[in-house]
């Protein structure tokens, strides 16, 4: 099993630009979750989705966009990357609710400039 | 705002050392969980503890919690340079406007492990 996995490793985007971060679990878990992390921080939750059809806010959800696609697929929009969205992006998955240990992908590095 | 907050924020010390770190937090939860990440990576789960549990051990990791402080520390002994990583704890609260589960994060502790 690859786990989860994310494209691309890494980005370098124009403020104003748009991209779509790609995310995948080989797990069938039910939920899916994006954050990102700033350096010297912890973890700060973007979006999440308990489940295949639905999305909540996490955190900080300003400025992005997503989109359950199906069970493995979770995406996240940026429609007009601005400098305060240069981060590392870690999509995660958990399975059963009373385990709830998630599963992390390697990171998107993204820098805008 | 950070739920869980680690304690200290780094931590040197040599191979064949024990290493401690302390995680606070503010509400109930229902679980607590220990993370691992290593320079440039995703997080790893290390070892969940359930709020009606006080101490659980997985190899050379030991976790306490103690829920009417708020709580929990983690202990890695005989520590190896291979240890050489970021710690988060991660507290599994409810979320108050959707009433969903969420994990919210500290904001680390780096450990150094010197050979």
């Known amino acids: 099993n690859a786990g989860v996995t994310q494209t691309p490793k890494f980005q370098v985007l124009k403020t104003g630009q748009s991209m779509t971060l790609q995310c995948a679990q080989d797990m069938n878990h039910n939920s899916m979750y994006w954050y990102r992390q700033d350096p010297g921080m912890g973890l700060r939750l973007i979006y999440y989705?308990?489940?295949?059809?639905?999305?909540d806010k996490g955190e900080v959800p300003n400025g992005y966009n997503v989109s359950r696609l199906n069970k493995r697929e979770f995406s996240l929009r940026l429609e007009s990357a601005a400098p305060s969205q240069t981060s590392v992006y870690f999509c995660?998955?958990?399975?059963?609710?009373?385990?709830?240990?998630?599963?992390f992908g390697p990171g998107t590095r993204l820098t805008v400039t | 705002s950070q739920q869980g907050e680690e304690d200290p924020q780094a931590l040197s010390i040599q191979e064949g050392e024990n290493a401690t770190m302390n995680c606070s937090y503010k509400?109930?939860?229902?679980?607590l969980q220990w993370y691992r990440q290593n320079s440039g990576r995703g997080l790893v789960h290390l070892i969940l503890?359930?709020?009606?549990?006080r101490e659980k051990h997985s190899g050379r990791l030991r976790v306490t919690l103690d829920t009417s402080k708020k709580s929990s520390s983690l202990l890695i002994t005989a520590s190896r340079a291979a240890d050489t990583a970021s710690y988060f704890c991660?507290?599994?609260?409810?979320?108050?406007?959707?009433?969903?589960?969420?994990?919210?994060f500290g904001s680390g502790t780096r450990l150094q492990v010197q050979p």
């Open positions: 509400t109930s939860i229902n679980n």
């Open positions: 503890i359930r709020s009606n549990e």
């Open positions: 995660a998955s958990s399975g059963w609710e009373e385990r709830y240990e998630q599963y």
């Open positions: 991660a507290t599994d609260e409810v979320l108050r406007d959707t009433g969903r589960r969420a994990l919210t």
């Open positions: 989705s308990a489940s295949e059809g639905t999305t």
